[in-house]
């Protein structure tokens, strides 16, 4: 059997049609969130590049990184609020943290294949979050 490592959870499950397109894309704006706040780990420095400068009057363009960042936070904090308590992990841990459904389910000790079911009710209270079209 070939495993494309690359592949994360949330798309395998929508390639095989356990998950909608609202779904999936209500697990990805999370996925940014999280990725643009910069909760993951690093590894190395930050390799960004420079600011290009200013515009005519002198104010800088849109929002600085560290606010970009803040921002990220508060959008990943209320969407998480928004899932409860109930469902955040699971939603963390496979949407996030990229983890298997069933090594998140083992994690969590619940049922085999109730992980699946749990997180799509996370995806849906996601989307609605997100005001992501039906």
């Known amino acids: 059997m070939t ?5 994360s959870p949330l798309s395998w499950l929508y390639a095989r049609g356990f998950l909608s397109d609202r779904q999936l894309l209500a697990g990805e704006t999370l ?4 990725t643009a706040a910069v909760m993951e780990p ?3 420095m930050r390799w960004d590049a420079v600011p290009s400068g200013r515009s005519l009057r002198g104010a ?3 929002l600085k990184p560290c606010e970009r960042m ?7 904090d209320a969407a998480m609020a928004v899932v409860g308590p109930d469902h955040a992990d699971i939603a963390w841990r496979v949407v996030c943290a990229g983890e298997a459904i069933t090594v998140a389910e083992r994690a969590l000790s619940w049922p085999v294949r109730s992980g699946r079911l749990v997180l799509k009710i996370a995806l849906d209270r996601l989307a609605d979050f997100y005001r992501l079209p039906h």
Not at 3 to 7: G, I, W, Y
Not at 70 to 76: L, T
Request: charged share 30%; proline share 5%; hydrophobic share 45%.
């Open 70 to 76: 803040v921002a990220a936070k508060a959008r990943f």
């Open 31 to 34: 996925r940014a969130d999280y």
């Open 60 to 62: 800088p363009e849109g």
């Open 42 to 44: 690093r590894v190395t």
């Open 3 to 7: 495993v494309n490592l690359a592949e």
